[in-house]
């Protein structure tokens, strides 16, 4: 039996009326902000370098934007983050420094930290598609097939794909890579100019191209202009211990001239 209170048709359930019609309230508020960067909580200059470690057995590879190799427990376990789990014994459980020695510096000069730490994120994300996106190659060699452990040691080895990687990314390529300061009236990137220095120049031999951009050079001269800027540091100090002596020695002959007079 039907209820006589219930409406028959669905017509009389539609929002009409002040009663029934709801009101969605616009918001006036920007969606854009302003950037702050002074907000992120990086220190000064955090990102105008980055420092390549490579693992001499295993060929791991980790990025970092601080010169050493710190092992103890905070940067340890950020460098273990870069580092996949892939088989068995493939991860280390710490970081040892005797293994692991400096592969390159990427210098994007003063001022350019920003530049820097989006190329750091486009590094890492690269790593991590070679690590789990790759093809039948990875399943035979020349020798025949490969067993698990083999394949998991291959995907280890990340040192030719790091080159290929910089490479790529310090070219400018891929959306929002802020390597690209201007776009030219021929539709061409104006790229920021960049320095790799290397430990053993041949390995930029694994890219098939570098750009134009990109100067490359060794990293012990590093170590020369340091030693240069250091001596230089120690002669200014020399000159201002000199005159400060000097000082010293001439405001007791006044002040006795003035009691004279």
């Not at 009389?12 to 508020?29: D, M, N, P, Y």
């Not at 003063?110 to 590094?123: A, E, I, N």
């Not at 250091?230 to 009691?259: F, W």
């Amino acid at each position: 039996m039907t209820n006589p209170l219930r409406p028959l048709s669905a017509f009389s359930q539609l929002s009409i009326g002040v009663s029934r019609t709801s009101i969605r309230l616009g918001s006036t508020r920007r969606r854009w902000k302003r950037p702050r960067p002074d907000l992120t909580g990086f220190e000064p200059g955090w990102g105008e370098k980055i420092w390549i470690w490579r693992e001499m057995h295993t060929n791991h590879v980790v990025y970092s934007h601080g010169e050493q190799m710190k092992v103890h427990a905070i940067h340890a376990s950020k460098a273990l983050d870069q580092l996949p789990f892939i088989f068995k014994k493939t991860k280390p459980s710490k970081l040892r420094k005797d293994y692991w020695q400096k592969m390159a510096l990427i210098d994007f000069g003063s001022g350019k930290d920003v530049v820097g730490r989006s190329v750091f994120q486009k590094l890492r994300e690269l790593r991590h598609l070679h690590e789990v996106s790759w093809g039948n190659e990875m399943f035979f060699t020349a020798n025949g097939q490969r067993t698990k452990r083999e394949r998991a040691w291959a995907l280890c080895d990340q040192h030719a794909n790091t080159v290929a990687d910089m490479a790529c990314v310090l070219s400018g390529v891929g959306p929002s890579n802020k390597m690209a300061v201007n776009m030219n009236e021929d539709g061409t990137k104006e790229l920021l100019p960049v320095k790799v220095f290397w430990e053993n120049d041949l390995d930029r031999e694994y890219a098939e191209e570098w750009s134009d951009n990109v100067e490359h050079r060794f990293l012990s001269e590093i170590e020369k202009i340091r030693k240069r800027r250091d001596r230089k540091e120690r002669k200014e100090k020399k000159k201002k211990k000199g005159l400060a002596g000097a000082a010293s020695e001439v405001e007791p002959e006044q002040t006795h001239a003035e009691l004279v007079v």
